[in-house]
């Protein structure tokens, strides 16, 4: 049922006139659109439409589908229909006027090219002959994505005062031979009255890493409130716009967009205190557009107008925000994009408008400075953002707020004033994959920008007040239930173990990923344990089995199997620093790893927003609390080198023995375990990278993580991460080992704060025996000192590329070993070595003098025991290196013996 207006074909002047007028047009639109962006993919479907070819207001080309070469039914039960009432006033009727509806499952299957994809879904809830769409309840989904669940488009468009909805959801397709997004609409069987419907589907194409974050490049935006403090938008997440704001200015329609047709709203309806707010705009001035933001990241309209203070005074200053609110859905992270550039002729240079900048009521910005991120005026910048929305009492909704708020040291800016130009706001799939939020109360009126171009409708009051009666039934019903079915469910899935949990998205699965990704878990070198399990290993996480605190949570003793093995389950708490996105990136890294000197991960549990690793039990805890701090008698001189050793042999594996580089990256005697044997074990690998890939690049470029004492200067530098940054990190571990004290300690003169540095101080001087622990005074043999000094101070050197492998770390290490055996059993190995290195040698060390090159003596043995080995020592028991205790010490790190 379409309505067309009939064109009077009777006077052929009239019809050239009306031929030249309408390629006029298309000519003048053809010049307007010549956007900065050209999608590769631009597909725009009409539903229920048999007209072949449909052309909207903005001759934007829809396509009908009736035939459809993209449809794919069960059966024949999908029909199109006219809508009963088009939408009134100037709003566009393509694609509104016909719907393809049906009371079964039905499938379009898109056709695409690889990349990343904005989807559009369109929904006019009107009659269409018999069916009436407050009794549409459907779910949509894409490969493993949960887009809608439960969707009534009535209810949405009702309580939005709206006469349509539209959707608006990211995806990312995979380079596979099956290239198409396959978007199944399913109607809610519960009710057979039910059925799914769509007036218009868009599949475009945008740049990419516009929204997600660039891999290997950069750790993706600020988590926060959170540490650490970053939050990657990787591929395998879709994610559904929520909001997307010109901010002072004008609402955007699509084709006035950048080329990938987003409409802008404006921010009339979510700024909280209007009157404050001033709206200054250079629409005649032309952007200076750069690599970092491109002309197509949002219309130049959208930076050119803004909102500001208007340099408010001092007095004032304190009680005064400018501040948007949004509605949004809770237990979700929200990725949170504010668009900025300085178009004031006031405010030109650095530092001559600073602000902070509030989001979720937690600090995101203490020095916002416009000119210092962008490079100056009329430089469109932005800033990403993450938050997560908890759910605050019974609320299924929370109030998402951006604020700014003026520097109140005067002296730290000369305005004393805000700005912003634009925010973008994205709702993150959870662990399931699911994006689909509860519908809302039909009494309830929000503002939203779904579509934005669409006026209100009128009212037939009888029929809505009927309706909304039925609606209201059926949503309590689907309410009570969805909380049941919460409630009671328990998930044992063997083809795709997922969890839900409030820290961040994602998905672990054991088959091939799809199309729009997933990570892939190994499943046979990691077990998954319900919560059930684990609160039966640790009975039901009683504080008897506490075994470790700290800011992650704590760790339990825990039984698994029967009681027969004894395992350590470390609990993530909510408001811990390691996040979901270390969680992940742990149990993928050491699923993957096995090795005797790296702690094993047994498995792990994300059910019912818990966050769980399991991992081999370690007896006797960390290194440190054997070294200070603690009640453990303190170690012998020969105990503390065979834990380096076989700290370092574990170090070293990661760097040569896996099929990548993998630098650890966080390297301290607190994620050093020791098991029964005193066998020490590496561990905690939540903040690991994988080392370069190419021979071409020797570092990976990314934001600096670590513990402070220990993190290698030149990385936090440079910002540039390589495996040297772990032999830094180790070089203090060694000075941890030997003195027994903390790395950094405020408590002491000024000198000895920093360990590192105290250590090197007191090697350069030939007072290195200063800072031995009380315990060892006159039981290290003076030769294994000096070695020992020589390897730490060396692993701690400002150049890295002048640091020395972790290979011949090892070597180093295990010579100084055999140094003190010798001296304890009256043996001369070498000869007489002499007293330490004067002063001068050891400033020319310290200046880069190659730590292997001065091991003549280490390197004459190593050669002779390399001789000597065979093959089937790769064969040999695994506590093999405590053999070294008596006789010759040496590495078999080249034959790493795994588990």
């Known amino acids: 049922m379409m309505r067309n207006k009939q064109l009077n074909l009777k006077n052929p002047i009239l019809i050239l006139f009306y031929v030249f007028i309408m390629m006029f047009h298309q000519l003048a639109v053809a010049v307007s659109n010549d956007s900065p962006y050209s999608p590769q993919d631009n597909i725009a479907i009409d539903c229920g439409s048999s007209s072949g070819i449909n052309k909207a207001h903005d001759q934007r080309i829809w396509e009908g589908d009736i035939p459809s070469k993209y449809l794919q039914t069960t059966n024949d039960a999908s029909f199109n229909h006219g809508a009963l009432n088009l939408p009134k006033g100037d709003s566009d009727p393509v694609p509104y006027q016909t719907a393809r509806l049906s009371r079964s499952e039905f499938t379009y299957t898109i056709p695409v090219t690889p990349g990343q994809k904005f989807i559009r879904l369109h929904f006019y809830p009107d009659q269409y002959g018999d069916f009436d769409t407050s009794k549409a309840f459907f779910s949509v989904k894409t490969a493993h994505f949960t887009l809608l669940r439960n969707f009534s488009a009535f209810l949405t468009a009702r309580a939005l005062d709206r006469d349509g909805v539209m959707k608006e959801f990211l995806v990312n397709v995979e380079a596979t031979n099956d290239l198409n997004i396959a ?50 938008i990787e591929n395998d997440t879709a994610m559904e716009m929520v909001y997307r704001i010109n901010v002072g200015g004008t609402f955007i329609p699509a084709s006035e967009d950048t080329g990938m047709f987003r409409s802008w709203d404006k921010d009339n309806d979510y700024l909280t205190i209007r009157g404050f707010s001033r709206a200054p ?19 130049a309209k959208v930076y050119l107008s803004a909102a500001s203070m208007g340099n408010i005074t001092q007095t004032s200053i304190n009680g005064y925000n400018l501040t948007w609110e949004f509605t949004v859905d809770s237990e979700f992270f929200f990725l949170v994009r504010l668009h900025f550039c300085e178009i004031e002729d006031a405010v030109k240079t650095v530092d001559g408008r600073v602000f902070y900048i509030f989001i979720a009521n937690e600090t995101a910005e203490y020095h916002a400075d416009v000119i210092s991120w962008s490079g100056g005026m009329y430089t469109p910048v932005y800033k990403d953002y993450v938050v997560f929305m908890p759910v605050t009492g019974v609320e299924k909704k929370s109030n998402l707020s951006v604020a700014l708020q003026a520097n109140p040291e005067k002296f730290r800016t000369a305005y004393l004033d805000a700005i912003l130009n634009g925010v973008e706001i994205f709702k993150l799939n959870d662990s399931t994959g699911n994006l689909a939020g509860t519908n809302p109360d039909l009494l309830i009126s929000q503002p939203t920008i779904s579509p934005p171009n669409e006026p209100r409708k009128n009212g037939r009051t009888s029929i809505i007040v009927i309706v909304s009666a039925v609606a209201s039934s059926v949503v309590l019903l689907s309410a009570v239930g969805f909380f049941i079915f919460r409630c009671g469910r328990k998930v044992y ?95 993928e890294m050491l699923s993957k790893l096995r090795h005797v000197h790296l702690v ?98 020797a570092h990976v470029s990314t934001v600096v993580k670590g513990s402070l004492g220990y993190l290698d200067p030149e990385y936090y530098r440079r910002q540039q991460l390589t495996e040297k940054s772990d032999v830094y990190s180790f070089g203090v571990v060694l000075c941890e080992v030997l003195c027994a004290r903390q790395p950094l300690v405020r408590s002491v003169e000024k000198r000895q704060m920093n360990l590192a540095e105290w250590a090197r101080s007191c090697y350069g001087n030939g007072t290195f025996d200063d800072i031995v622990d009380k315990h060892l005074r006159g039981k290290i043999a003076a030769e294994c000192l000096r070695k020992y000094g020589e390897i730490a101070v060396s692993c701690m050197v400002d150049n890295g590329s002048e640091r020395p492998s972790m290979n011949d770390v090892v070597w180093g290490l295990e010579f100084a070993m055999q140094l003190q055996q010798s001296a304890e059993d009256n043996v001369s190995v070498i000869g007489a070595l002499g007293e330490m290195k004067g002063e001068d040698d050891v400033i020319s060390l310290l200046n880069g003098s190659q730590f292997s090159c001065s091991w003549e003596d280490t390197s004459k043995l190593k050669s002779s025991e390399q001789s000597k080995t065979s093959s089937s020592e790769q064969s040999s028991d695994t506590n093999n290196s405590n053999k070294g205790m008596s006789g010759i010490v040496f590495s078999e790190i080249n034959y790493p013996k795994g588990r």
């Open 183 to 232: 978007l199944t609409f399913t109607p809610d069987h519960s009710n057979s009255d039910s059925f799914a419907f769509v007036n218009g589907i868009e599949v475009v194409s945008m740049p990419s890493n516009l929204y997600y974050s660039e891999d290997a490049v950069n750790e993706g935006p600020k988590f926060v409130d959170r540490l650490p403090n970053f939050f990657p």
């Open 281 to 299: 705009s250079a629409y005649s001035h032309s952007l200076s557009y750069n690599n970092k933001t491109p002309a197509y990241t949002a219309p």
């Open 493 to 587: 899935n063997y083809t795709a173990v997922e969890g839900t949990t409030k820290w961040g998205p994602f998905s672990f699965t054991t088959t091939k990923s799809t199309k729009t990704g997933g990570s892939s878990l190994p499943s046979d070198l990691c077990r998954y344990f319900s919560l059930a399990e684990i609160k039966a290993a640790t009975n039901n996480f009683d504080d008897v089995f506490i075994i470790g605190r700290g800011g992650f949570g704590n760790v339990y003793k825990g039984h698994i199997d029967n009681g027969t093995t004894t395992v350590a389950i470390k609990r993530l708490k909510p408001e811990s620093s390691q996040g979901a996105h270390e969680f992940k990136t742990e149990i």
């Open 600 to 697: 094993s991960l047994i498995g792990y549990c994300n059910d019912n927003r818990e966050m769980i690793l399991v991992y081999e039990y370690m007896a006797r805890g960390t290194l440190r609390e054997h070294l200070y701090n603690g009640d453990n008698p303190p170690l012998s001189w020969k105990q503390r080198l065979q834990i380096c050793i076989g700290a370092a042999r574990g170090l070293h594996y990661l760097h040569t023995g896996a099929k990548h580089t993998i630098i650890h990256r966080d390297v301290k005697t607190t994620n050093i375990l020791l098991d029964e044997k005193w066998e020490a074990k590496v561990s905690d690998f939540g903040l690991s990278r994988v080392g370069p890939t190419s021979m071409s690049k």
